[in-house]
């Protein structure tokens, strides 16, 4: 009777699933196919081109090498946010002195930074120059504040998730102002030549590795919260 119930609730787990993964692809089924019949009837590759020219440049070696480059140091960057940030936001949980201490002189930093670290670029490239480094201290420093102060509030899987969106975006956005290895300064370069194709391709690829990294953390998270309610 229970090994049944066991195998019902598997296929009743896995049907759930498929209707999820269902939902989850119409509106990019509908995106794609209304961008690629828009296309063809603008016919205009330098404004829009084909989406299923832009797949077909996705999935070149060559931007893999950059997605690779980019994808490594934003995870690194996930790591040191996580091991600096989450500890904070648990002590500001923790102990309102240390929260009425930290929280505003955190937002002070965030709003001296600013969301972009532009403010700091050029300090940072004076120290570093236009290297790895610098661009990785650009991708942690307001992602660090951010997850500190999103966790305070006892929202850890929350604020993984948007550090690494910050980081992530941020890591792209020094690598097309340093001009530095990864896909940011492929995105930028292919923006001066009028590489629509190659462009839309890069974007499209930022967008699925983004997505799937923060489909992996929420997944590993809800898997540990799990595990420390049990």
């Not at 600013?114 to 650009?138: C, D, E, K, N, Y």
């Amino acid at each position: 009777m229970r090994k049944n119930r066991n195998t019902q609730d598997k296929k009743l787990e896995q049907e759930t699933r498929t209707v999820r993964w269902f939902y989850h692809s119409i509106p990019f089924i509908l995106l794609f196919l209304f961008w690629e019949l828009l296309a063809r009837v603008i016919h205009n590759p330098l404004i829009l081109p084909p989406f299923s020219a832009v797949v077909v440049n996705a999935f070149s070696p060559f931007l893999a090498y950059h997605l690779g480059s980019t994808l490594a140091f934003s995870l690194l960057g996930l790591l040191i946010i996580s091991l600096v940030g989450l500890p904070l936001g648990m002590l500001m949980q923790r102990f309102k002195k240390a929260e009425w201490a930290l929280n505003p002189f955190f937002w002070f930093l965030l709003f001296v930074f600013g969301f972009g670290t532009i403010r700091i670029a050029p300090m940072l490239i004076v120290l570093f120059g236009l290297s790895q480094l610098t661009a990785l201290v650009l991708s942690i420093l307001v992602p660090i504040l951010v997850v500190a102060l999103i966790s305070g509030y006892g929202a850890k899987l929350t604020a993984v998730r948007v550090g690494f969106l910050l980081c992530w975006s941020l890591r792209i956005g020094g690598e097309m102002m340093l001009g530095i290895t990864g896909i940011g300064y492929q995105l930028s370069q292919c923006y001066f030549l009028h590489n629509m194709e190659i462009m839309y391709a890069i974007m499209l690829i930022m967008g699925f590795t983004g997505l799937f990294v923060d489909r992996v953390l929420k997944y590993v998270g809800n898997v540990v919260i799990g595990k420390e309610v049990k």
